[in-house]
């Protein structure tokens, strides 16, 4: 059976922050099947069910008028009707789904344990598997072995050359290289997989997944095939990436553990680090208008930049429940919710903020604004539908044969 985390990694990470949508997707799993009866969840579609808007949901999209919902043992709901009824997509993976994202009203893709990455082209009733951990196993593995024999050459310049600064700096990199290669070949020989935890496209041909570990691949044909891309990412230390996000078409920002903030300006092809003002896990970034970017993670804690990244200050929530999923409303008003019944508001793009916990709520991964004006929150207990002040509306839920 496939493991989360390769143990080589572990070991090296053991005093980080593991991402909050791992670690919840992760329990999600306690009623898996036991090891005699275990199928392979890449090659087992997902069961049908009537309970799927009741189970663990990681992430919801409006594409059109229909909005979809992807969460544990494979479960793909789509609603027509503003969120009050689900039916249930086919999917030929009953692994757990952390992230989905369209770029039209046919076209979407889905991300999530073992690397695996789903793609429909129907709006989301059916959908394909197009790439999972082996594959992406043996990508790492030969691009960490790219990357030692690179850093062992500028290791032996620096040393001819005589430079003592060049050489520190190769002596730590070709560590930092040998480890990811050790890593990668724990991961490869004992079919060991990592999640994937975000996507974004550009189009129905170019797009990135990214994920734990430091994670990242591109596609340039519609996710045919991919490209192993972490050697153009600022990440040494490998840290997880948790969401990416679009600023405009040349502009585009990642988060992640540890503090992680890092900004591309050539469409992703290169990605540097930002100085953050916090040393914790963020796990959402997004944009709103007058170039207004906003990340929050850990503790309630919220960046705002006006700058693209150039300077960030953190914000006062008046929360320290952790801050998982958000949405806008033309991008002037920011929604942002999270764990224990976290509901924040920020108006004129998070310039003022009205912070909203009550007692005894559940966790809550997403939330996206419905055609009505209304909000549509998944978690831990699947779906609930919220007016516009985060208040819970009395409106029966139900799912139907899909």
Do not use: C
């Amino acid at each position: 059976m496939r493991t989360l985390f390769s143990v080589g990694a572990v070991l090296r990470s053991a005093n980080r922050f593991i991402s909050i949508n791992i670690l919840v997707a992760a329990f999600g799993l306690t009623a898996m099947p036991s090891m005699a009866q275990w199928q392979d969840p890449l090659d087992t579609p997902a069961m049908a069910t009537t309970k799927a808007h009741e189970s663990l949901l990681l992430d919801i999209v409006a594409v059109g008028e229909r909005l979809i919902a992807v969460g544990e043992r494979g479960h793909i709901i789509f609603s027509d009707d503003q969120g009050r009824t689900w039916r249930q997509a086919k999917v030929p993976v009953i692994t757990t789904l952390t992230a989905v994202y369209f770029v039209n009203e046919n076209t979407g893709w889905a991300v999530g344990h073992d690397a695996v990455v789903l793609k429909t082209e129907d709006g989301g009733l059916t959908w394909s598997k197009q790439f999972d951990g082996f594959q992406a196993n043996e990508m790492v593995l030969n691009q960490a072995k790219k990357a030692k024999e690179f850093y062992e050459d500028e290791l032996s310049k620096a040393m001819v050359i005589g430079s003592e600064t060049r050489i520190s700096l190769a002596e730590e990199s070709l560590e930092n290289a040998t480890f990811a290669l050790e890593d990668a070949q724990i991961d490869f020989e004992d079919r060991s997989t990592k999640p994937l935890l975000d996507l974004w496209f550009k189009n129905t041909r170019e797009g990135f997944v990214i994920g734990a570990y430091g994670m990242i691949f591109k596609t340039m044909d519609g996710g045919n095939t991919w490209s192993a891309w972490s050697r153009h990412v600022e990440n040494p230390d490998r840290f997880h990436l948790n969401s990416i996000t679009r600023i405009d078409d040349q502009r585009l920002m990642m988060v992640g553990e540890a503090g992680l903030m890092l900004r591309s300006q050539d469409g992703g092809e290169t990605w540097k680090q930002m100085l953050s003002p916090y040393d914790g896990s963020f796990f959402g970034v997004m944009s709103l208008a007058g170039n207004v970017q906003l990340a929050f993670g850990l503790r309630g804690n919220l960046a705002r930049s006006d700058n693209f990244g150039l300077s960030w200050r953190l914000e006062d929530t008046h929360t320290h429940q952790t801050l998982m999923g958000a949405t806008d409303h033309l991008g002037r008003i920011a929604y942002i919710v999270g764990n224990g019944g976290a509901f924040l508001k920020g108006i004129d793009a998070g310039q003022k903020w009205e912070s909203q916990t009550r007692e005894g709520r559940d966790n809550a991964s997403a939330i996206v604004e419905t055609a009505s004006g209304d909000f549509v929150m998944v978690g831990e207990s699947g779906v609930e539908i919220l007016d516009k002040t985060g208040e819970r509306l009395a409106v029966e839920i139900t799912s139907i044969e899909g």
